[in-house]
């Protein structure tokens, strides 16, 4: 069992998991069970009365086998599909004992046929993982960015990243759902709900927080670096003390150790240059094309290229866990948003594309 069960995110069921020899995460009966109660497959007033035995055996047997016409017998078509696709995930997961190595396979087959709320909730369990035992909040908000989509604003030269459904929903109904979206036709005052950005005062609540109260609220700082205007013309450039950017570095190294058993450094860049830039990949799907293009010596529009939030370069401590054809030159990582402010980040980039000389 982990250490201590993390005490963010608990809908992802990270206490519900143990650990084997490699450190990868294996699935207990409860863990299977947590997402038998999960609304897309939790019995409602209306299941029929093949999916409420069903529902029934698998509370007491999670991982028994399931026969096709006990899915056939199903009433609605929702909930069949549903199931299906939890079970096709959990026999995936049965089948290579641990979370990770199913993960790395769903995209090692070429076709990902797992639900993306399936994989973000598996991502929100093997970063809980990653940062079990760690007090760094910049590093667990940073981690939200590999499993809930963000949005992001530049105000007043500083680039902040906010979780885009509590946003678009503080947006639509003050945060308060369909009620809230009701009281807001009628005019009526919608109380204030709290959304802040991550600092040294507000670190301690953020790591306090639970599943339902404040739960994804903070929004987090990437801007690289901090201008001040001096007297006589001058203009003072310091390092952001606590940087959201440097945070999501850390994430990456600790997520590259954990899946392929190798060693790197990741650092925030301003830019590139680099001649003989061998070597890239895009954390996102707007990063992964502008860099593609960028290589290819293909004109960017500046406004395409205002989307870019920061590049990142990768080293490997041991060149040798390398391909021998860029062994020792840097790796290079981009992260950017869409031309609507919304970033949505992919590890799995991470387990694909890295220059490996073996892979996982």
Avoid at 10 to 26: I, K, M, S, Y
Avoid at 28 to 33: G, I, K, Q, S
Avoid at 90 to 98: C, F, L, P
Wanted: charged share 20%; net charge negative.
């Amino acid at each position: 069992m982990p250490s201590q069960p993390s005490p963010l995110w608990t809908p992802c069921g990270f206490d519900h998991l143990t650990l084997n020899a490699r450190g990868w995460l294996v699935p207990t009966d409860d863990y299977w069970r947590l997402w038998l109660q999960r609304p897309e497959l939790a019995l409602v007033e209306e299941s029929c009365a093949a999916e409420q035995a069903l529902h029934a055996s698998l509370m007491d047997a999670p991982t028994r086998a399931v026969a096709q016409p006990e899915l056939d017998a199903f009433e609605d078509a929702d909930a069949r599909a549903n199931h299906r696709l939890f079970l096709g995930f959990r026999d995936a997961v049965i089948a290579v004992g641990s979370l990770e190595a199913a993960y790395a396979g769903f995209f090692k087959a070429g076709s990902v046929q797992i639900p993306p709320l399936f994989l973000d909730l598996v991502v929100q369990a093997l970063v809980s993982n990653l940062l079990d035992g760690v007090d760094d909040a910049w590093q667990w908000r940073a981690a939200e960015m590999l499993f809930r989509r963000q949005r992001v604003r530049v105000q007043d030269g500083r680039v902040l990243s906010g979780d885009s459904e509590v946003l678009d929903m503080l947006n639509e109904t003050g945060g308060l759902g369909a009620v809230g979206r009701l009281l807001m036709q009628g005019g009526a005052a919608i109380p204030d709900v709290n959304i802040e950005v991550l600092s040294d005062d507000n670190a301690a609540r953020y790591l306090l927080s639970r599943a339902g109260n404040g739960r994804f609220n903070f929004v987090l700082d990437l801007t690289h670096e901090i201008q001040r205007e001096l007297s006589h013309g001058l203009t003072l450039t310091m390092n952001r003390s606590q940087s959201g950017l440097k945070a999501l570095a850390q994430v990456m190294q600790r997520w590259v150790r954990h899946f392929h058993g190798v060693a790197v450094q990741v650092q925030p860049e301003a830019r590139v240059d680099d001649e003989a830039w061998r070597w890239h990949l895009g954390l996102d799907a707007e990063s992964t094309a502008l860099l593609n293009d960028l290589y290819r010596g293909v004109e960017v529009e500046p406004e395409r290229q205002q989307r870019l939030i920061s590049l990142f370069r990768l080293g490997f401590d041991d060149p040798q866990d390398m391909q021998a054809d860029v062994r020792g030159k840097p790796v290079y990582l981009g992260l950017a948003m869409n031309a609507e402010g919304l970033l949505k980040v992919k590890p799995q980039n991470l387990l694909l594309n890295l220059p490996l000389a073996r892979s996982i």
